[in-house]
Nanobody
Framework: QVQLVESGGGLVQPGGSLRLSCAASGSIVRINYMGWYRQAPGKQRELVAAITGGGNPDYADSVKGRFTISRDNAKNTMYLQMNSLKPEDTAAYYC?????????????????WGQGTQLTVSQ
C-alpha cells in the first residue's frame, strides 16, 4: 500500500513564494513519473509540472519561469518551488505519481494521488 502526503500549502501574498512537498511511503520498488496538478473551484484539474524518473522536468506554460519541480529519490519526495505567485495560482494542489510496488502477490505499477493541499494567493 502506498501513501502520498502533500504539505506546504497556505496563504501567501501576490509576488510571494512557497514550496510544496509530496512524500511517498509504502512498499515502493521504484517511483517513475511524478507530477503536480491543481484544481481551482469550478475548473478542471490541470497539470502544473511533471518530472520523470530521470529528473527531466516539464511545465505548464502558465508557470514556466516561476515554478520549479524537483525530486529527491533517496527520500521518495517531490517538491514544487513556487515563486512570483499570482492570485490565479490559487487552487488545491495534488501530487500524482506512478509507482511500482512489491507485495506477496508480486510487482505492480499503478498511479497514486495525494489528498491535496490548498494554496491561496491573496492580499
Amino acid at each position: 500500500q502506498v501513501q502520498l502526503v502533500e504539505s506546504g500549502g497556505g496563504l501567501v501574498q501576490p509576488g510571494g513564494s512557497l514550496r510544496l512537498s509530496c512524500a511517498a511511503s509504502g512498499s515502493i520498488v521504484r517511483i517513475n513519473y511524478m507530477g503536480w496538478y491543481r484544481q481551482a473551484p469550478g475548473k478542471q484539474r490541470e497539470l502544473v509540472a511533471a518530472i520523470t524518473g530521470g529528473g527531466n522536468p516539464d511545465y505548464a506554460d502558465s508557470v514556466k519561469g516561476r515554478f520549479t519541480i524537483s525530486r529527491d529519490n533517496a527520500k521518495n519526495t517531490m517538491y514544487l518551488q513556487m515563486n512570483s505567485l499570482k492570485p490565479e495560482d490559487t487552487a488545491a494542489y495534488y501530487c500524482n505519481a506512478r509507482i511500482t510496488t512489491r507485495s506477496i502477490y508480486g510487482v505492480d505499477t499503478a498511479d497514486y494521488w495525494g489528498q491535496g493541499t490548498q494554496l491561496t494567493v491573496s492580499q
